[in-house]
Every structure is written in C-alpha cells, then in structure tokens.
C-alpha cells in the first residue's frame, strides 16, 4: 500500500465533527444542531440527549421515541498544482485550474433514532441508534489529483444502550455500551497527465491503481454525569471511550503489485478517539436559558497507521501526527410561548491537523459554527424540532504533499501538490419526538 492510500482511507471517515476536527461526526440530533450543540452534556430536551450523555435520561419522564435526520451539504474546494519530477527532474506540471477540485465532498443525510424508559425514580434506560462517522469525497478518476484519492466512501452505524441511576436528587450517573460498524471503500486512479507522460500505455487513464475495501465492528462505551447544584442550573460531564475500529476486507490494483482482476487480504485499524464535554445550563429566567460546552478530544492518540497483510510483515503506511483539540460553543433557548421555542448557538472548533501535517484527503481547518433552530409541540406529547447551521473554514490551510512512486525501467518519479482548502458546509435537520 502507498501512503497515500491510507490518507484517502482515513478521509472516507471524514465527517465534518463532518463537521468536527479530523473526521469526527457531531450531528447525533438536530434538537442539539438548532443551538450548535452547546450545553448538549446538560440538557434533556428528548430521548436523543443520551446520545452525548447517559445520565441524562433521569431528566425524562414515561417512556419517549425520538428520531430525525440531518442534511449535510458540505462546499469544500481545492485550489492548487500538481508536479512531477523523474529522478529528480522536473517533466511535468499542471496548468492554471488544471487540479483544481470543486465540490469534491457530495452531499449526506445523517439519520438517528432513540428510545428511553423511565423504570422509576431511581433507574431509566433508553437505546440509540445512529451514525458516529462517514462521508465520501470523490473526484473524476482522471482528474490530476487522482492519484491520491480518487474515491472515498464510508458509512457506519452505533447502536448503544444505555442505563442511568439517581443517586440523589442532584446527582445522577449514567453508561452506555457502544458497538459500533462500519463499512468503507477507497480507491486511487490514473490521472490524465501519467498517461501523456507515456509512462503508462494509452488508454490507462482512469484505470485503478489502488483499491481498498473492508468493513469491521468494534466496540466501546460512553460514561456520564450530571449535577444540579440548584434548581434550574445543571453541569453535565460525559466520557466517550476511544474505539479502534478494525477494517479487514481486500486490496487490488497494480499499486500492490497485482495483477489486473487479481486481489488479496489485508486489514487496517483505525483508531476513533476519545472525547469529552463539560457542559452548564442555566435557567436565567422564566423563559430564557443560556448553555455551553468545552469540548477536548484525544486525537493526538491518532499517530499512525499500519496494514496488515496475512503472512507478510506489517506495513506503516504513515505517520499522522494529530494533536487532541478544543471546542467551544455557547447557546441560548427561549420558550416564546407555551407550545413555541426558540434556539441559537455559536461554536469554534478547533483543527486537529497542524498545517506541515495536512494532507489533501484530510483537509481540516479551524470552523466557525452559527445555528439556529425552534420546536413547536404539534401535540400535547409531540414535539418537531428544526434547526440550520452554517459553519465556515477559519484561517489558512495549506496543504503541501508529495509521494514517490518507483517506475519501472526509468526510476522514482515524485509528485507532488501544493496548494489550499477552502470552503463551508451547510446542515438542516428535523426531529420529532413522541412521550408515551
């Protein structure tokens, strides 16, 4: 396997917390999405908040179903060149927009679904079901920057069930078990210019050269706790263990040194970190609360990543290099009327790629997040939540990449592109939720 590859592979998990640091996913509900998921560790609004802490379920009453979706519509644009150098000497570079790349992250709908009981005043359980990473990236497989990358896909699923206690009438615990699938595919293509280099025969353009398909299961689990020191002000405190996820499947293409149609066994770990929220709400007044959160995730536990091939020596295919990251977010709710409320939220988020270490397949930057959203009770115990979020690449982010590639009969040509990211994703969700 090239390193590049393995780039691309982490990249298919790419999920904007996709729209967070590295290839996190936030968007477990749009209840939370409406306010940018600030104070989410502290607040109960349905069955969903046990999503990011389980103590929270003592906060509800009887028994509640809550599902929704999230449309992710990301605009993320590259702007860069491609070079190539045989042994040293310069042969080739694109021109003007010629590995440019609009667009290149299609759009995604996230859904979730969650359950909780409340079995006393001491014991409540629930169940979630959602989508913890996954999102794609694609450009045309004869695109100039196809070798890099030309298809990423994945899609998971967590199911985790969840438990919580009151241990006092301010104290409650709660713990989740996490198993968690996931599914995905990269594959890496000949871009135009190799064939017009003739170091390839015609018509090889778009041909793969690398492909690498697998899926996993693992598990982890999810602690949390809250504390209502007085009436209508909470702190919430939540745990999510690190989950490495072990993705075994098959490789093909001459980039491993097979033949056409021919393929063989490998499997790649890749390590999903572990993060935490301190989150406070407080009820200001009869109607308007205030919230926030901190945010830390441990993503310099991302370090590298190695194949393994049965019968054959471990690969590293490259070294990561992440550092754990900060987010912060503060947000308000205003209950308009009785049946009526209102959201809205600010976030900074931190990037977990430091600018010598940011790759194509992985462009992460500072975001800015702005939400709004609003609940309207349909029914006595039916609420429909709707919420829109913008979020917006902050600084710069350069990326500057190179990869050698041995050529057969005429030595090692290096490629290499330099250039930038830039762009903004737009969310819009909907939750309804039911209380038996």
């Known amino acids: 396997m090239k390193i590049r590859v393995v780039a691309a592979v982490v990249a298919t998990v790419l999920a904007a917390q996709a729209q967070g640091a590295g290839f996190q996913l936030a968007e477990y509900s749009a209840t939370g999405l409406g306010r940018a998921f600030a104070g989410e560790a502290a607040i109960a609004d349905n069955a969903s908040a046990q999503g990011r802490n ?118 409650s615990f709660g713990v989740a078990l996490r198993a968690l699938y996931g599914d995905g595919k990269v594959e890496a293509t000949v871009p135009a210019w190799a064939e017009g280099l003739g170091v390839l025969p015609p018509g090889s353009t778009g041909a793969v050269l690398k492909s690498v398909e697998g899926d996993g299961v693992a598990f982890g ?6 504390w209502e020191p007085a009436a209508g002000h909470r702190i919430g ?63 310099s536990a991302f370090e590298a990543l ?32 009785d049946i009526w409320t209102l959201r809205a939220g600010m976030a900074y988020d931190k990037t977990a790629v430091g600018d010598a270490d940011r790759t194509l397949t ?8 702005f939400s709004i959203g609003s609940a309207w009770q349909l029914q006595k115990d039916l609420t429909l939540d709707l919420a829109l979020t913008y979020i917006e690449a902050t600084g710069d982010a350069p990326v500057n990449e190179t990869m050698v590639m041995p050529i057969s009969g005429m030595g090692n040509a290096e490629i ?5 990211i830039e762009g903004n994703v737009v969310l819009v969700g909907a939750q309804l939720s039911y209380v038996f």
């Open 54 to 171: 389980p103590a929270l379920l003592m906060q509800l009453d009887g028994q509640q179903l809550s599902l929704g979706a999230i449309y992710v519509d990301p605009n993320i644009d590259s702007q860069g060149d491609v070079s190539v150098s045989l042994n040293g000497t310069p042969v080739y570079a694109t021109g003007p927009g010629e590995a440019d790349a609009d667009d290149f992250a299609p759009a995604a709908l996230v859904p979730n679904f969650y359950y909780s009981n409340r079995l006393s005043d001491q014991w409540a359980i629930g169940v979630a079901l959602n989508s913890s990473y996954g999102l794609a990236t694609e450009v045309p497989a004869g695109h100039a920057t196809a070798i890099f990358g030309s298809t990423t896909e994945v899609t998971t699923i967590e199911f985790a069930p969840s438990v919580a206690y009151k241990a006092s009438d301010a104290l």
């Open 306 to 337: 190695v194949v393994e091939f049965p019968g054959e020596p471990n690969n590293l295919l490259k070294e990561e290099n992440f550092k754990d990251n900060w987010r912060f977010a503060l947000g308000g709710t205003y209950e308009a009327s």
């Open 416 to 420: 290499s592109y330099s250039g930038g």
């Open 237 to 299: 405190l939540a745990y999510h263990s690190e989950i490495e996820v072990e993705l075994e499947g098959d490789a093909t293409g001459a980039g491993f040194g097979l033949a056409p149609g021919a393929s063989k066994p490998g499997s790649l770990k890749l390590p999903l970190p572990a993060y935490a929220e301190f989150a406070t709400f407080h009820q200001l007044t009869e109607r308007f609360a205030m919230h926030g959160s901190i945010n830390w995730t441990d993503w």
């Open 362 to 369: 992985i462009p992460d930057s500072d975001r800015l997040w």
């Open 221 to 226: 689990y999810r602690l949390g706790a809250t």
